[in-house]
């Protein structure tokens, strides 16, 4: 199968452009990646200043050179780069590899990396790079890189994608557990973008897992595709997504021209397409040595043995706080662990193991496959230190191995601390398919995220129901006039089958009577005037109103301070504030929020994102999701709200956010009131695009 990235990543011929014997350079470290044994392309130099390099001759200029060249790599100096990438077009070069970052100083607009884009474009040419480390097809066999990658890298099913080239290092040139399909520093992007290089990375058969270093995404549709394309392959993505906060982002723009981008949209995106989204490199290792293991996690928590008392209870303490479950094994199960164990041990998950020493080797073998097979156990871990050249550690590694190939489960290898997973015994055991994990917290991050990506593909696809057809039709004339009043947001919540509370319009005191006694008292009086976004800010709410006397004092105020256009509303029962929202994001489109409500919005920052439209189901699974969830289930004395009701109104204000995608930019529904008859909308707020 072809694919439009061939000629950069599997080239049959390679073009070195700044090739040098001068150790330490660039030019020598090229030849040395290249160089590597298994190499499939044929190589050639080319460098004026040299007639030949290591007995092989040097080339004056690629158009020397007497067959078509399918990727040159560009090892040289900014200066340099735009007459060298002139040449490589002119000699119909299909990609080109750039470590410089293309910055010059005093450089005319446009700058020298953007017309290095333009003319790539122009020209078709895929370009890795500039700023970046190179690549590492492994599966093909070919290394290109200015500093040279160990010679015990090797091929495996993890592919990676990189923004950073210290990431790339530090996967590639310092963790021998590792082997990769395909590893990509994409630098700057300048041609060629992280959507193409994951579509690639999914082509290749042996790529069984994806890592993703991300600043942001130059290809949102494409980015869009790829991950459907893996997901549809049922291929993990890991991401680390960094520019998180608004310091990170600003950072990204001056490191290499990324726009992050708001993280919200990020994380709706993720969801929706299963992508496993860590926080940090432990986590990101960590995620991509337990997928590379293919295995799936069976139903159920996780079952850990140790060594040690105190790590175990490390591990249940940490466990227990991420909100981690443990398998909750059987009698059965406790009557296995009780007969193989010495006096005094508790048969029970986390288990320690260890007592006098006294058939170490089988009490562990015996005991770990009793908690592997237990029915509640999705996977298992044996969470030890581990040393060279001790017979412990060997004899661990060993146990493992048997009872991994015994059981369909992930089984693997943890180090209590997270620097000793490159010794010789676990990087052997990694490579026996057996995944070794770095630090018991990461391991629990990691275990948490692999369970609800589980439980996410356990769900069944949900049919989404679409906008009722018309509405946007209703709406787009009066979107373009500008935003609504709030009368008119909760007319066109209410429209698109968000439950809305009754509201009548008034702009005179008599109206005001007139709706209050049509309404029924309490009541509540809002202020209504035109541009007056936000009212409680400015004291345009006054609740429980009960007789006309109170509602004539109080319409006064607000005539007098903030005009004489109100909106009258019956008080809303009691029951948890919640609030609906949606943003527009310049990348992905909508994007619906759905969180704590009322004075709390701010506070707790709880708030769930997704992309829209999605159904019930997926409605009440973000739900459940928030922190305050168990609220909804009624405390002290409250009756227990009606949260089916309020997944149906999440569901319809989704497929209001998709239908009017181009006419609004912000919605804001808050609060909205659940409680044991439902939930309905008290406030909203929309902004036309």
């Not at 009541?523 to 936000?534: C, D």
């Amino acid at each position: 199968m072809s694919h439009k990235l061939d000629r950069l990543l599997r080239p049959k011929t390679v073009a070195l452009v700044g090739a040098s014997p001068k150790e330490g350079s660039v030019g020598r470290g090229m030849i040395t990646s290249t160089g590597m044994a298994g190499t499939p392309s044929k190589i050639y130099f080319v460098n004026p200043g040299y007639d030949e390099i290591d007995g092989q001759r040097c080339y004056k200029s690629l158009a020397e050179i007497p067959e078509r060249i399918d990727m040159a790599v560009l090892g040289i100096a900014n200066a340099r780069l735009e007459a060298a990438l002139d040449e490589a077009i002119a000699a119909g070069v299909g990609g080109v590899t750039i470590f410089a970052s293309g910055y010059l100083e005093n450089d005319a607009e446009p700058k020298l990396t953007e017309r290095i884009a333009r003319k790539a474009r122009a020209a078709g040419m895929a370009i890795c790079g500039g700023n970046c480390m190179g690549f590492y097809h492994l599966d093909f066999g070919l290394r290109v890189c200015g500093f040279p990658p160990p010679d015990w890298i090797r091929k495996g099913n993890v592919a990676f994608i990189t923004h950073s080239g210290s990431a790339f290092s530090a996967l590639c040139h310092t963790d021998r557990r590792f082997g990769f399909s395909l590893a990509v520093s994409a630098g700057q992007e300048l041609a060629t973008n992280v959507a193409d290089y994951l579509d690639f990375a999914l082509d290749i058969p042996a790529t069984k897992v994806v890592g993703l270093f991300l600043e942001t995404v130059r290809d949102p549709q494409g980015f869009k595709a790829a991950l459907a394309k893996a997901q549809r392959m049922e291929i993990p993505v890991v991401a680390l997504k960094v520019g998180r906060t608004a310091e990170s982002a600003a950072l990204a723009v001056s490191h290499s021209g990324a726009v992050a981008g708001n993280h919200a949209a990020y994380q709706a995106l993720f969801d929706r397409y299963g992508v496993i989204e860590v926080a940090n490199m432990d986590e990101l290792v960590n995620a991509l040595h337990l997928f590379s293991s293919e295995r799936k996690l069976a139903p159920g928590g996780l079952a850990t043995m140790h060594d040690s008392g105190g790590f175990r209870e490390l591990v249940l303490d940490l466990g227990i706080e991420s909100g981690v479950p443990f398998a909750k094994i059987s009698e059965a199960t406790r009557s296995k662990l009780a007969a193989r164990l010495e006096f005094g041990l508790e048969p029970i998950n986390p288990l320690d193991a260890w007592g006098t020493g006294n058939d170490w080797a089988g009490i562990f073998e015996d005991c770990l496959q009793a908690l592997v097979d237990d029915p509640d156990t999705a996977l298992a871990s044996l969470c030890v230190e581990a040393r060279d050249g001790y017979y412990l550690s060997a004899g661990y590694a060993d146990i493992l191995r048997r009872v991994a190939a015994r059981s369909t489960k992930p089984v693997f290898y943890t180090t209590n601390v997270g620097s000793n997973a490159n010794l010789d015994v676990v990087t052997k055991l990694a490579h026996d398919g057996v995944p070794v994990l770095s630090g018991v917290a990461p391991m629990l991050a990691v275990v948490k995220k692999a369970m609800a990506a589980r439980d996410r593909r356990a769900m069944k696809a949900e049919p989404t129901v679409p906008a009722p057809s018309g509405l946007r039709a209703k709406w787009a004339q009066r979107l373009a006039a500008g935003d609504l009043s709030e009368a008119e947001a909760l007319d066109l919540l209410a429209d698109y089958g968000v439950p809305v509370i009754a509201h009548i319009h008034a702009d005179t005191l008599a109206e005001a009577k007139r709706a209050a006694g049509e309404i029924g008292y309490p009541i509540v009086l809002k202020t209504a005037q035109p541009g007056i976004q936000h009212k409680s800010d400015v004291g345009g709410v006054k609740l429980g109103l009960k007789n006309e006397a109170e509602l004539a004092e109080s319409y006064a105020d607000l005539a007098q301070r903030l005009g004489p256009r109100v909106l009258l509303m019956p008080m809303a029962g009691k029951g948890v504030e919640i609030s609906f929202g949606m943003t527009l994001d310049p990348q992905f489109g909508p994007v619906v929020m759905v969180g704590a409500g009322g004075v709390l919005i701010e506070m707790m920052k709880d708030r769930r994102f997704a992309l829209p439209p999605f159904g019930p189901e997926e409605a009440r699974r973000h739900i459940d999701a928030l922190a305050l969830r168990p609220l909804l289930d009624g405390k002290r004395g409250a009756k227990p709200a009606h949260v089916a009701k309020m997944a149906e109104a999440l569901a319809a204000f989704s497929r209001l956010t998709a239908d009017l995608a181009g006419l609004v930019r912000e919605v804001d529904v808050n609060p909205l009131i659940v409680n044991d008859n439902g939930a309905v909308a008290v406030d909203a707020l929309i902004i036309a695009k």
